[in-house]
């Protein structure tokens, strides 16, 4: 099992309509999850970031948590051509060598058609 | 610098070449991650410090590959006697001790 899974899709959605973005991961003990967006050929840019169970909200986009089912989300409300990217999802994992670090989903690429 | 800067923004180089990857972190940045992305995948662990110490190497592919941060700001990641698979996006990201990263705009090597 991966530590961190997401679907790579294409995820076509219609402009307006709602992206829904998932990732689940393998530690049970891990405490902080992030969203990065990835535009083709450039840097992953942090989006949000979300360490209690629950909603997270900013602007059009909302992360949502569940610890003990170990799913991380990540909505886009009224989605635009321009939020056509890869989403990357990150959780903050204890490793063997007794810190903890940072493992990185395969990220999910999101289409919105216009 | 207002971001995380990565030198050289491109790498070419023969096999058998050893290469050096240079990081400046924004400043204040005590955390310093070091990541390597094939194309169509998420950014693969390598390394990171906190401070001047390497916390974890655990993602180093094998004995080739090396890191290190001296005075705690600017990192180097070398590969020794490179070889075509060594080939990818390597990538920086640094932060405030338990804070989100910030990534640099990556260092793209080729291996001939």
């Known amino acids: 099992q991966k530590e961190v899974e997401q679907n790579s899709g294409p995820l076509s959605v219609p402009e307006g309509a709602i992206a829904s973005l998932n990732c689940t991961y393998s530690d049970r003990g891990s405490q902080s999850f992030f969203w990065y967006r990835q535009y083709s050929g450039k840097s992953p840019e942090l989006i949000m970031f979300i360490y209690s169970n629950g909603d997270k909200e900013d602007g059009r986009f909302t992360a949502q948590l569940n610890k003990a089912s170990q799913y991380v989300s990540l909505l886009i409300r009224d989605s635009q051509p321009s939020d056509s990217a890869t989403y990357l999802c990150?959780?903050?994992?204890?490793?063997?060598?007794?810190?903890?670090?940072?493992?990185f989903g395969t990220g999910t690429r999101l289409k919105v058609l216009a | 610098g207002a971001g995380v800067s990565q030198s050289p923004r491109y790498k070419v180089t023969k096999r058998g070449q050893d290469v050096a990857l240079r990081c400046d972190p924004i400043?204040?940045?005590?955390?310093l991650y070091w990541y390597r992305q094939a194309l169509g995948q998420g950014p693969e662990f390598l390394t990171y410090f906190n401070y001047e110490a390497q916390q974890d190497k655990s993602g180093l592919p094998n004995d080739r590959f090396s890191a290190e941060r001296p005075e705690g700001s600017i990192s180097t990641l070398t590969i020794q006697r490179t070889e075509q698979r060594d080939s990818a996006m390597y990538r920086c990201?640094?932060?405030?001790?338990?804070?989100?990263?910030?990534f640099g705009d990556g260092t793209r090597l080729s291996i001939l």
């Open positions: 990201a640094s932060s405030l001790s338990g804070q989100p990263q910030h």
């Open positions: 990150a959780v903050n994992m204890f490793g063997t060598s007794g810190t903890y670090k940072y493992i």
């Open positions: 400043s204040g940045h005590v955390s």
